[in-house]
């Protein structure tokens, strides 16, 4: 009788997974700050235009989530990333007070249940868009509908505008830039260390 030895995946996290995924949090919180400096300018001419317009610009507040996640490859990495950068921005001090944090969570955790959705096995562009999708939908229902949202006020088409446009957001800023850079690294020898270390020569699709 044969014995064949099938090498399982751990979604134990290690050491050099904590440290990553702290400092991909920390780059995104540095990128939250900016983000939000950006966005202040930018949403001046969309608010005049159309107030919802302003959900296109949110992507940018949900890469850490993906990133994190496509990098690690674990169970609560998009989480963990995405909330920590979050706690990152407020300590540099954000115009958008605490409420970052309840932002940060929400958003990590539309993008985790997405991986978790495929059980942490695909990491594809497909699946980094849905992930990217999800934070932002999760970020609209958010502004939208829970009580410290900054457009609680919208009309019920004005909401359902905003969401589309956060979802969408998330799914091309958040999930193909994430995506791309993930395979960009991958290219330099820096994942060594992790599952996603052969992202760059994976199929686009399956």
């Known amino acids: 009788m044969t014995t064949v030895n099938v090498k399982k ?13 702290a400092l991909i949090a920390i780059a995104g919180g540095v990128i939250f700050w900016a983000w939000d400096q950006g966005a202040a300018i930018i949403s001046i001419p969309l608010d005049a235009t159309y107030p919802p317009l ?12 993906v990133l994190g996640a496509l990098i690690i490859r674990k169970p609560g990495a ?10 990152s921005e407020l300590i540099m001090g954000s115009q958008y007070g605490t ?3 309840i932002s940060g969570v929400l958003q990590g955790l ?15 562009l497909p699946t980094a868009l849905l992930a990217g999708a999800g934070a932002g939908l999760f970020c609209g229902l958010n502004d939208c509908f829970l009580p410290w949202g900054w457009n609680i006020a919208y009309e019920a088409l004005d909401k359902l505008t905003y969401i589309i446009f956060t979802t969408v957001s998330g799914a091309i800023i958040a999930g193909a830039l994430s995506w791309l850079a993930t395979r960009g690294l991958a290219t330099t020898g ?4 992790f599952a996603s270390r052969k992202a760059a020569s994976e199929p686009v699709f399956n």
Do not use: H, Q
């Open 9 to 21: 995946t751990s979604y134990n996290w290690r050491v050099v997974d904590i440290v990553v995924a």
């Open 54 to 65: 302003t959900g296109i610009i949110a992507g940018g507040w949900m890469i850490p989530a």
């Open 78 to 87: 998009a989480l963990f990333c995405e909330t920590v950068a979050a706690a």
């Open 99 to 101: 409420t970052v944090l």
């Open 110 to 124: 539309g993008a985790e249940l997405i991986f978790a959705a495929f059980r942490y096995k695909k990491f594809n």
């Open 190 to 193: 820096v994942l060594s260390s």
